[in-house]
């Protein structure tokens, strides 16, 4: 069973930075597939970013490129999401997410696609 841990949520002003972390009780090398979704009230759980296992590769949600990086130590077991030029549509509960995925680099962007959860940690930009 994998455990997901996320920390570094809070509340911030629109244009500050955050950066999230998702701790793995796992070996994340190579192995699993890392991504960070996001659930603001009365919406649907949205795909933000994902890291594949091998060479790195990244993807992300329309609504955050080039604002957000997803990124992985996989010494540490962990993955980050830097947000940047946060705005309040940003507002929301977010999940890290993980699946095994054995080495590959394609990007998992489906909620349906991963198997284990974190219990999320909220992140509020106000304006």
């Known amino acids: 069973q994998v455990q997901l841990v996320e920390s570094g949520g809070g509340l911030v002003q629109a244009g500050d930075s955050l950066r999230l972390s998702c701790a793995a009780s796992?070996?994340?090398?190579?192995?699993?597939?890392m991504a960070w979704f996001r659930q603001a009230p009365g919406k649907e759980r949205e795909f933000v970013a994902a890291v594949a296992t091998s060479d790195n590769n990244t993807g992300y949600g329309d609504a955050v490129k080039g604002r957000f990086t997803v990124s992985r130590d996989d010494a540490k077991n962990t993955a980050y999401l830097q947000m940047n030029n946060l705005i309040p549509e940003d507002s929301a509960v977010y999940y890290c997410a993980a699946q095994f995925t054995g080495y590959r680099t394609s990007i998992l962007r489906s909620r349906s696609q991963y198997t284990y959860w974190g219990q999320g940690t909220q992140v509020t930009v106000s304006s």
């Open positions: 796992v070996t994340i090398t190579s192995r699993y597939a």
